[in-house]
């Protein structure tokens, strides 16, 4: 039977780990993982030595430190693909953005047609709304000037402008991307 201890582990460690080392490396390419790998490979070992007579040493070591690695190589291949996956979707999302600004014409935010669905939101508006609204976009007045000149609130105006803005929203979803700067 088996003679369990202390210096029967450092003969054990001394012996393999070099060897245990070596192996793990060859495989993880890192000597941070590979020297982890070594020594819970050795640990294991050593348990399985306290409790069972383990008759040959070394392809039970390199049987432990083989499955360790291929756990720590499946581990990383999973997170590699994750962080492809991602790079993927924020590339295309790149991509779809560069495009869109590609095909953006400015002749084309100031035309005819955005000032007509404009004005046809604005006629849709009730007349203090749209008079809010105009004052805010268009005059560039603050909401505190909107509501001093108009007798409301600055609650009231804020009101209106979401309002009005919900409606513009709703008008221009088409053309969203293009005009958003205009009323921000």
Known sequence: MFIYSEERFNTIYTRYYKKSFI?????????????DIATEALIKLWETMKHEEVLKPLPFLFAVLKNKSLDYLKHTLVRQEAIHIIGDYHLRELSIRISTLKVCDPEFIFSDEISQILEQMLNKLPAQTRKVFEMSR???????????????????????IAKSLQLLRLSLKDYLSQVLFLFA
């Open 23 to 35: 192996f793990a490396k060859s495989y993880v390419h890192d000597d941070l993982v590979a020297e």
């Open 138 to 160: 268009f005059e560039q007045k603050t909401g505190k000037e909107i509501a001093h000149d108009l007798g409301i609130t600055v609650k009231g105006v804020d009101y209106h």
